[in-house]
């Protein structure tokens, strides 16, 4: 579906988004319109800030990728120091 929608301004666009949100639903859908609630997306981290996480099993798998990542880093420094030192 394509929708157009045309206003002279954002506010008359807002005055009559709920109306218009309820017209494209139709008959079909319940609709209810809530204000927006600020969500955890609004304030987004990049992806590599440390995260607590959800599940207690992820944080046995970061734990273990963690490690295994750990060690092959310290491998390849160990591995470019025998290059660099040779």
């Given at each position: 579906m394509r929708l157009v929608i045309e206003a002279e301004s954002q506010e008359?666009?807002?005055l009559k988004r709920s109306e218009l949100i309820k017209k494209i639903a139709g008959s079909k859908f319940e609709v209810i319109l809530k204000s927006k609630v600020p969500s955890v997306y609004d304030k987004q981290k990049p992806a590599i800030a440390e995260r607590k996480s959800y599940f207690k099993a992820q944080d046995q798998?970061?734990?273990y990728w963690d490690k295994?990542?750990?060690k092959m880093i310290d491998e390849i420094k160990k591995d470019v120091e025998d290059v660099l030192g040779s």
């Amino acid at each position: 579906m394509r929708l157009v929608i045309e206003a002279e301004s954002q506010e008359e666009f807002e005055l009559k988004r709920s109306e218009l949100i309820k017209k494209i639903a139709g008959s079909k859908f319940e609709v209810i319109l809530k204000s927006k609630v600020p969500s955890v997306y609004d304030k987004q981290k990049p992806a590599i800030a440390e995260r607590k996480s959800y599940f207690k099993a992820q944080d046995q798998m970061l734990e273990y990728w963690d490690k295994k990542f750990k060690k092959m880093i310290d491998e390849i420094k160990k591995d470019v120091e025998d290059v660099l030192g040779s």
